[in-house]
């Protein structure tokens, strides 16, 4: 795992940009998105830069079962919001919310994941060391299904909507071994509430219940966060 602590997100955004150009300009063609506030800054200068996205495909995390793609509060518009009506893909996955067969669902994006394998893939990490939307206790094996989101999720995503009774209680996610088929991964980190989560996926044991330390069996992962979220790392990951 190689780790690069920046002071904060807006050099950690221009850091993981240039990790994705890079990939790009040596021949990525599949990147896997993520929603969230630790991708905004990355997501301005890939909006910002002279790189073209037509010949690329993306494939996102996960979606909230239930919300259209005119939600403003689904994956689909945060999305369409944030980067893809500024600098359109050849094609864009998202889970569709509105399913009324969600495991038929899961089932076709996990062939999309298998036709069009994952080149560079972004995450963002939650406060109890989830990605995408798969919560301790996740299999490690696990490949897209439907989550019932744990509430601390519910809590720490109800900042997005009026009240905490809008947040839906179910997504469909990306399994951890989608996640971990990509051949590289960056991870994003900002923030000292990222802190506990950030020490027990580098430095912890891997573990179901702490989702993102399976990356540490990963051969090409990045992470990169800010001095809050490493402040509780061992000095050596501290540059
Ligand atoms: C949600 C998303 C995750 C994201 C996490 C952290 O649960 N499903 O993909 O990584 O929130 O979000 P943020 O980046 O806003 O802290």
């Known amino acids: 795992m190689k780790v690069i602590v920046v002071k904060d997100k807006v050099i950690g955004g221009a850091k993981a940009f240039e990790i994705f150009s890079d990939g ?3 021949g990525a063609k599949v990147l896997g998105l993520a929603t969230g506030s ?13 790189l073209n996205f037509e ?11 239930g919300l259209s793609p005119y939600n403003d509060q ?7 919001q944030n980067l893809f009506s500024k600098k359109p893909f050849k094609k864009s996955y998202v889970p569709d919310g509105t399913t009324d067969d969600v495991a038929a669902t899961c089932k076709a994006y996990d062939e999309i994941i298998k036709k069009h394998p994952i080149d560079i893939q972004l995450l963002g990490i939650g ?9 301790p206790g996740t299999s490690f094996d696990s490949t897209t299904h439907e989550v019932k989101l ?3 999720t519910i809590k720490a995503n109800s900042r997005f909507f009026d009240t905490i009774d809008e947040v ?7 399994g951890i071994a989608n996640i971990m088929s990509a051949k590289k991964i960056v991870l994003l980190a900002f923030g000292e509430k990222k802190a506990d ?43």
Not at 38 to 50: A, F
Not at 55 to 65: A, H
Not at 74 to 80: A, D, G, R, V
Request: contains cysteine; aromatic residues 8%.
């Open 127 to 135: 406060r109890n060391g989830h990605i995408a939307f798969n919560e």
């Open 55 to 65: 010949d690329l495909i993306s494939i996102n995390l996960d979606e909230y079962v």
């Open 38 to 50: 630790s991708p905004l800054t990355l997501y301005s200068n890939m909006v910002n830069s002279d």
């Open 150 to 152: 744990t509430e601390n």
């Open 197 to 239: 989560a950030i020490k027990k996926t580098i430095e912890g044991e891997v573990t179901e219940e702490v989702p993102a330390s399976v990356l540490q069996k990963h051969p090409d992962v990045t992470i990169i966060c800010d001095e809050a979220a490493a402040q509780k790392l061992d000095d050596k990951y501290k540059n």
């Open 24 to 26: 790009i300009k040596k």
């Open 168 to 174: 839906p209680k179910n997504a469909i996610c990306m």
């Open 74 to 80: 689904s994956y689909h518009y945060f999305m369409e």
